[in-house]
């Protein structure tokens, strides 16, 4: 592992580039922007290189990488074979935030990407930046999100030199990451895309690009560990083996209060009011149109609740920024699920542990 993690600012793109995909090909560990959140790169058929991102990372082994590639033809050197409905969506989705769960074709990555499974999580990112380094690079990229394992993704160059300062060689900045939230990952059962993961790519547009098909979100997204272990007999719906872990999670309290946006804000109030009077530091993550209405040591505005896009943009930020400044308490107002605002609450759910308060 190296000491000292090399950063090329975003002015320096193509240069940056050339060197990092040197470092690729030769086996080294890279952080990169994507249209998502930071991925930290490694070549995929590496086993070496992937233990070092696992290592650097501190995640756990049983939970698989996810490969990017630079062209979504490059997707049958991966994979062993691919239904019409998978196809559809990789036309569809391609390059984007949409990464499929696919067969795995025996020998194309290290078996440490896959965790051992007989499938392979593939995407085509659609950054520039990050298609060109793929490219250059020549390799398969296995990338997670480029944060220590359990703390919020990175959307930020300096959010994964924060994590990983030290112990990943280079970090390619490339300012804000658009989405600011993982991927959709997605598995074709039959004639179902059965979604693993709620992301970029929403529901919706998944409904209306491939037409008529059940879409279904794995159950599991949403239960506690207990629970998600308890669905994992044979025959349920297939899940993200991620979905296990306590994720994004800041290092205070958190709490989630969902609902009418003119009905939540009085609990919101209450909590926030309770929890400073047991000398907690207090945060409020408030949409656009209550964050006036809110006392407390800090009052986030994370965007309008009816557009959820900014939400997904700058959550992860506010809560590393809850964590710089140690505010040990935070009260989250809920978004409405639909769109990426799905998205949104999965992760804000994820980040409260479950703790939910839901105000009809
Ligand atoms: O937007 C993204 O997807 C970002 C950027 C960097 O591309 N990457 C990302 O990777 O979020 P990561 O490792 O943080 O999340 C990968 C998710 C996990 O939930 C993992 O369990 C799931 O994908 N996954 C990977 N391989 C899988 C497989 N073969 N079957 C089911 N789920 C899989
Ligand atoms: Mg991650």
Not at 61 to 67: A, K, R
Not at 100 to 105: E, I
Not at 108 to 118: E, N, R
Not at 337 to 354: C, D, H, P, Q, T
Request: hydrophobic letters at 40%; a negative charge; one cysteine or more.
């Amino acid at each position: 592992m190296t000491e000292i993690t090399k950063y090329w600012p975003a002015e320096q793109t193509e240069a940056g580039i050339r060197e990092a995909a040197a470092v690729l090909a030769a086996g080294g560990i890279i952080a990169f922007p994507t249209e998502t959140v930071y991925g930290l790169g490694g070549d995929a058929r590496s086993t070496a290189a992937v233990e070092k991102i696992f290592a650097a990372k501190g995640r756990p082994s049983d939970n698989p990488l996810i490969v990017h590639l630079a062209a979504g033809e490059d997707v049958h050197s991966l994979a062993d074979r691919i239904t019409g409905l998978e196809q559809a969506l990789i036309d569809a989705f391609w390059p984007g935030p949409l990464t499929l769960v696919l067969p795995v074709k025996k020998g194309a990555v290290s078996v440490l990407v896959t965790a051992g499974l007989d499938t392979v999580a593939v995407r085509v990112p659609e950054h520039e930046a990050a298609r060109e380094l793929i490219r250059r690079s020549g390799c398969p990229i296995a990338a997670p999100s480029a944060n220590r394992s359990g703390r919020p993704s990175p959307t930020l160059a300096r959010h994964v030199l924060e994590d990983l300062n030290g112990k990943i060689d280079g970090v390619l900045d490339g300012g804000a990451t658009g989405v600011g939230l993982e991927s959709t990952v997605v598995r074709v059962m039959g004639n179902e895309v059965h979604i693993l993961r709620p992301g970029g790519i929403t529901k919706e547009r998944l409904q209306f690009a491939v037409g008529k098909i059940a879409t279904v979100i794995a159950p599991s997204e949403h239960l506690s560990v207990a629970q998600s272990e308890a669905n994992e007999e044979p025959g349920n719906v297939p899940r993200s083996p991620g979905v296990k872990y306590a994720h994004y999670a800041p290092q205070g309290e958190m709490i989630l209060v969902s609902g009418h946006k003119n009905k939540l804000t009085a609990i919101v109030q209450a909590k926030a009011d309770e929890a400073a009077s047991q000398g907690r530091r207090v945060a409020v993550l408030s949409c656009s149109e209550n964050v006036a209405i809110y006392r407390a040591e800090a009052v986030f505005d994370c965007g309008s609740h009816d557009e959820p896009v900014q939400a997904a943009h700058s959550l992860y930020a506010c809560l590393r920024e809850c964590d710089e400044r140690g505010l040990d308490f935070i009260v989250a107002e809920g978004y409405p699920e639909y769109g990426i605002g799905s998205a949104v609450m999965n992760r804000l759910r994820k980040a409260a542990g479950g703790r939910e308060i839901i105000v009809n």
